[in-house]
């Protein structure tokens, strides 16, 4: 974690290189900046909830069963009928 120390020395190096006026600027921009990406995320997530929702579910596919009629053959059926 930086400390109190450490943000004293980088706020006094920001002022000293960019100028006591760019300060709000800067912060301004950096404001905005966060705003954009957290928007983004958002609308991001957003999109993704919309095309699951979309999305069916897929069905379960069936097994064909399929039943073949015995048929005895004619020489089968005169054996039996006499």
């Known amino acids: 974690m930086i400390g109190t120390n450490e943000l004293a020395i980088i706020l006094i190096l920001v002022i000293v290189l960019f100028g006591a006026k760019k300060v ?45 009629k015995k048929t005895a053959s004619k020489k089968t059926k005169k054996k039996t009928s006499k």
């Open 24 to 68: 709000p600027e800067l912060a301004r921009s950096m404001g905005k900046a966060k705003l954009e990406y957290k928007k983004g995320m958002d609308e991001a997530e957003a999109e993704e909830e919309e095309e699951e929702e979309e999305e069916p579910a897929p069905k379960p596919k069936k097994k064909k069963t399929t039943t073949k």
